[in-house]
Nanobody
Framework: QVQLVESGGGLVQAGGSLRLSCAAS????????SGWFRQAPGKEREFVSS???????SYADSVKGRFTISRDNAKNTVYLQMNSLKPEDTAIYYC????WGQGTQVTVSS
């Protein structure tokens, strides 16, 4: 059974930073592409960033240059470093590797 547990969300002021973590059990991140999506109130879930099994990364235009995805194979954990946060980044952030985590709330105040 695959379980993904996200953590690191919280309340931060605009311009601040947060680092989200996604720890997996039952699936090895380094064998699969994984990524982060987010869903703001009243909006559809949208792509944020992904990392391929070989380490290639991609980002939504809205976060490019501010967010960085990375992976620690030894810890089987994927991270999302979020800098220069904006109020429009407020959302529930979900980790995925073919399965979905429960999400972690990120709130950016202006």
């Amino acid at each position: 059974q695959v379980q993904l547990v996200e953590s690191g969300g919280g309340l931060v002021q605009a311009g601040g930073s947060l680092r989200l973590s996604c720890a997996a059990s039952g699936r090895t991140f380094s064998y699969y592409a994984s990524g982060w999506f987010r869903q703001a109130p009243g909006k559809e879930r949208e792509f944020v960033s992904s990392i391929s099994w070989s380490g290639g990364t991609s980002y939504a235009d809205s976060v490019k240059g501010r967010f960085t995805i990375s992976r620690d194979n030894a810890k089987n954990t994927v991270y999302l470093q979020m800098n220069s946060l904006k109020p429009e980044d407020t959302a529930i952030y979900y980790c995925t590797v073919g399965y979905w985590g429960q999400g972690t709330q990120v709130t950016v105040s202006s």
